[in-house]
C-alpha cells in the first residue's frame, strides 16, 4: 500500500463519519484490527459496532479532518467533531489519530484526545470536576461501552 492509497483510504474513513455512515467506516477494519482512544479499547467487528452506534445517535454533528502524514501502510489524521452530546450538551472535540494499514483495511488505530476537556463539555459539572482521574475516565467508558452493546475496556 503506497502513501496515495493510504490518504484515500484515510479519506474515504473520514468523509464516511462527516456524513455519519457507521456502516461505511465499519468495512474499512480489518476482522482483527484494534481500536484505543480515552473511553473505547476494541478489537475487531465491535469497532465497526462502536462506529456504528456513535454515528446514529450524534445529533447536530459535524466534522473537519485534514490528513496530516500518509505514508506507505500508516498516516495520521487531525479532525474535530462538534456535537451535541446526549442531545444537549455541546462538544468540541480534537483528535488526532494514528492509523496502521494492512492491505487497504485498517488494522490499528490509536486515537489521542483531552478526555478532561471532553468531559467538561459533554458531562457538565461532574466532568469538569473529576474528569482528570482515571476512575471517572473509567467510569465513563463503562456506561458508553454498555449503552452501545459493546464489551467493557479491560482495565
Known amino acids: 500500500m503506497n502513501a496515495s492509497e493510504t490518504r484515500a483510504t484515510l479519506t474515504h474513513l473520514y468523509d464516511a463519519l462527516a456524513r455519519r455512515d457507521g456502516e461505511a467506516m465499519a468495512a474499512l477494519y480489518a476482522p482483527d484490527a484494534s481500536f484505543e482512544d480515552p473511553v473505547f479499547q ?20 459535524a466534522v473537519s479532518y485534514a490528513v496530516t502524514e500518509a505514508q506507505a ?6 479532525l474535530t467533531a462538534r456535537y451535541l452530546f446526549a442531545g444537549r450538551r455541546p462538544v468540541v472535540n480534537v483528535i488526532r489519530s494514528q492509523i496502521e494499514l494492512e492491505e487497504g483495511k485498517i488494522v490499528r488505530q490509536v486515537d489521542h484526545f483531552d478526555f478532561p476537556l471532553w468531559a467538561a463539555q459533554a458531562l457538565g459539572l461532574p466532568g469538569k470536576l473529576f474528569g482528570r482521574f482515571v476512575w471517572f475516565r473509567r467510569a465513563v467508558s463503562r456506561r458508553v461501552t454498555r449503552e452501545l452493546g459493546l464489551p467493557p475496556r479491560p482495565v
Open 42 to 61: 476494541l478489537k475487531g467487528a465491535d469497532i465497526g459496532r462502536m462506529w456504528i452506534g456513535l454515528t446514529r445517535r450524534a445529533r447536530d454533528f
Open 73 to 78: 501502510g500508516s498516516g495520521r489524521v487531525e
